[in-house]
């Protein structure tokens, strides 16, 4: 889950890293206390590029830039929130991050002289300025080594101490709040010799809820509680399972035949006619889906509960093609109701898909 930039920098603030002074809004201000950066809460990266960090000496041309951005979109993001900071005078930019490498199951404390610009650039035009140190999870990040990469990367030893605080402080929040990424970007130096993280970045692990307030959290809320699992495609063929595996053998078929899978859509064991429903609805809502594979293979799933789930949806989009395979409990008494109401089902994966294929495309 990404956390917006508000919330990754009160996270930081609460682990002792500074941050500029910043007031969140959602609309006009009456004052403002300074000159502002006005940064558009959207997770995407690229803002500045992208017309979402606008700047403002005084109040009416602040609610004037405040007014162009809210309701509007940033690389696709609708805006409903802005972030107003102070300006800072910058004399030196520098980049932090820490990343989980899936591959090696550690952790990869990085640090780059060249902040304020995209690491991936960095890291393919000049990846010598990146350096990079690979830590057990288990094992603590300790000052000396934060000190080791910051000789490494030939910074004044003057900045040393200060540059690594932050990165033993980026790291304690990162691991405390079950961090997949977490970055400065840039990590500032201001004219008066201040540090300040003037960007933050942080994503955490869906699955440690548990041990997290997630609630206060803006994505948190927003996401969909489902009962099935979804994943949105480019195609045009809704596929549905029951079970991961079941599901994804479906996609595989229906590429085989031509068709083209609009999405992944996994019901679970169990389900009932109204998570039939949902799902199915869910599924098709979009306008480039033209029809839907629905493959069960009935254990504690019935099949007279799915066919009810595709009967319901029929009536509700007539002009919907379907094609079915189901095997299992209550099979009989599924296919009974699929063909009452003239819905064709098929004995085979193969069959289903080759069927709905050809009835799309001709």
Do not use: W
């Amino acid at each position: 889950m990404k956390l917006h930039e508000y919330e990754a920098k009160e996270i930081f603030k609460e682990n002792n890293i500074p941050i500029p002074k910043n007031k969140l809004v959602s609309g006009k201000v009456e004052s403002i206390d300074y000159p502002v950066v006005i940064k558009a809460q959207v997770l995407v990266g690229g803002r500045g590029k992208a017309g979402g960090i606008l700047f403002a000496d005084n109040v009416d041309d602040a609610n004037e830039k405040i007014e162009s951005l809210i309701g509007n979109t940033v690389k696709g993001e609708l805006v409903e929130k802005v972030l107003l900071e102070e300006q800072i005078k910058i004399v030196k930019e520098y980049y932090v991050g820490v990343v989980v490498n899936r591959n090696e199951k550690n952790n990869v404390v990085i640090f780059s002289t060249e902040g304020g610009v995209d690491i991936e650039e960095v890291a393919s035009k000049t990846p010598e300025k990146i350096i990079k140190l690979s830590l057990n999870p288990e094992k603590e990040f300790l000052p000396y080594l934060a000190r080791g990469m910051l000789k490494k990367a030939g910074i004044p030893s003057a900045e040393i101490p200060k540059v690594a605080d932050v990165l033993c402080k980026v790291y304690k929040a990162f691991k405390n709040m079950d961090g997949i990424l977490a970055e400065i970007n840039p990590l500032v130096f201001t004219e008066d010799g201040k540090i300040i993280a003037a960007d933050a970045v942080l994503n955490v692990d869906d699955d440690a809820y548990f041990r997290h307030n997630y609630e206060k959290f803006e994505e948190f809320n927003k996401q969909e509680k489902s009962e099935f699992a979804y994943v949105e495609l480019d195609g045009d063929i809704a596929v549905i399972g029951n079970g991961a595996g079941l599901t994804l053998a479906s996609m595989d078929i229906v590429k085989e035949f031509g068709g083209n899978p609009a999405c992944f859509l996994d019901v679970g064991g169990g389900s009932n006619r109204e998570t039939v429903k949902k799902a199915l609805l869910k599924a098709t809502s979009r306008k480039n889906v033209k029809g839907a594979f629905i493959n069960i293979l009935g254990g504690i799933t019935r099949c007279d509960e799915v066919s009810m789930g595709i009967v319901d949806v029929l009536k509700e989009n007539p002009n919907l093609k379907f094609a079915v395979r189901m095997m299992g409990t209550n099979e009989e008494e599924g296919r009974r109701i699929l063909s009452e109401n003239g819905i064709s089902f098929e004995s085979s994966m193969e069959g289903a898909a080759k069927a709905l294929t050809e009835l799309i495309n001709s």
